[in-house]
């Protein structure tokens, strides 16, 4: 089992969908990043958590250490947010990731 | 304010020889990280430097290597090459040891063809 599982692997939406990306990972962490990939590679960094929640424009992230469980959510989606999805936890020194969620939005 | 920056960004190397990739962190950076993507799998970490030494390191054989230079920049060098060694190679950057966890930004990766 991995030490941290996305679901779903493969999300497809229409246009002005709520969508919403699941993180549960198995070890202690110190904060939790989300990530998103590019067809090119590129990756950028969404946010970084360690508690609770934080928002920026269209997307929210929230954390729930006791249940050691994350959601990304995207309101009102867009094509341009079809990308891959990738959560990553932070164990002591080093990053985790999860094998990534597939999203594709179409108009 | 200039991102990661990886070079080459492309780089194509036949079994047997070597490979040297570079990145330069962000300024003002100090710890810089470096991770493997091969194809279908997802991210798996490399290698960490912060302040000029090797902090940690992921379950990857000896022929991987790098170092971080007093600028902070890095290169991994991966010797012997192996067609498995095909993947897109990541380098992220970070306010290091002497804060407390900080975010990692990421380069736009050198993606490595070995034939």
């Known amino acids: 089992k991995n030490e941290v599982e996305q679901s779903p692997q493969n999300l497809t939406a229409q246009e002005g969908e709520f969508i919403t990306i699941n993180c549960s990972y198995s070890v202690g962490i110190s904060a939790l990043h989300w990530l998103q990939q590019h067809p090119g590679g590129g990756i950028v960094s969404l946010f970084m958590l360690s508690s609770g929640k934080k928002k920026h424009g269209r997307l929210i992230a929230t954390i729930n250490i006791q249940e050691k469980h994350s959601s990304l959510h995207i309101t009102a989606s867009h094509p341009r947010d079809s990308a891959v999805y990738i959560c990553a936890v932070i164990d002591t020194d080093k990053l985790i990731f999860g094998t990534g969620t597939r999203l594709q939005v179409f108009p | 304010e200039a991102g990661v920056t990886q070079s080459p960004t492309h780089l194509i190397k036949t079994r047997g020889q070597q490979a040297t990739l570079r990145c330069s962190p962000i300024?003002?950076?100090?710890?810089v990280y470096w991770y493997q993507q091969a194809l279908g799998l997802g991210l798996q970490f490399l290698l960490w430097?912060?302040?000029?030494?090797?902090?940690n390191r992921g379950n990857f054989p000896p022929r991987f290597s790098g170092r971080q230079f007093p600028n902070y920049s890095s290169e991994l060098n991966v010797n012997a090459l192996e067609l498995e060694d095909s993947a897109l190679y990541l380098c992220?950057?970070?306010?290091?040891?002497?804060?407390?966890?900080?975010?990692?930004?990421f380069g736009p990766g050198t993606r490595l063809t070995v034939l």
């Open positions: 992220a950057s970070s306010l290091g040891l002497a804060a407390s966890y900080n975010e990692q930004f």
């Open positions: 300024s003002g950076h100090t710890s």
């Open positions: 430097y912060d302040e000029g030494e090797e902090r």
